[in-house]
């Protein structure tokens, strides 16, 4: 019923830029937050940036000051703008989105995932 289609990934040099686009689509109701989350090797998912209910961002630390996320909720599409790039950013990046589908409840999807290498 719903999609969360991703792009731009890549590799990229220490310091370089990335940016990733998520677009949704589907019988969408309503998106109640949408972001990015990210999963290095061997380490759990976690939250890069996110739009929430209300409509605020969150970052987590490690990204503050060097990734941007913006949407157009016309499109049901964000974007994260990924600067200063460093190694450790290396990861799969999801899109995720909380999403009210027509004639049912809220549910939480997932993208199928974009490789970001950050080489040194």
């Known amino acids: 019923q719903v999609q969360l289609v991703e792009s731009g990934g890549g590799l990229v040099q220490a310091g370089g830029s990335l940016r990733l686009s998520c677009a949704a689509s589907?019988?969408?109701?309503?998106?109640?937050?949408m972001g990015w989350y990210r999963q290095a090797p061997g380490k759990q998912r976690e939250l890069v940036a996110v739009f929430t209910s209300g409509g605020s961002t969150n970052y987590a630390d490690s990204v503050k000051g060097r990734f941007t996320i913006s949407r157009d909720n016309a499109k049901n599409t964000v974007w994260l703008q990924m600067n200063s790039l460093k190694p450790e950013d290396t990861a799969v990046y999801y899109c995720?989105?909380?999403?009210?589908?027509?004639?049912?409840?809220?549910?939480?999807?997932w993208g199928q995932g974009t490789q970001v290498t950050v080489s040194s």
């Open positions: 995720y989105a909380r999403i009210r589908v027509y004639s049912s409840s809220v549910g939480d999807y």
């Open positions: 589907g019988r969408i109701f309503s998106i109640n937050a």
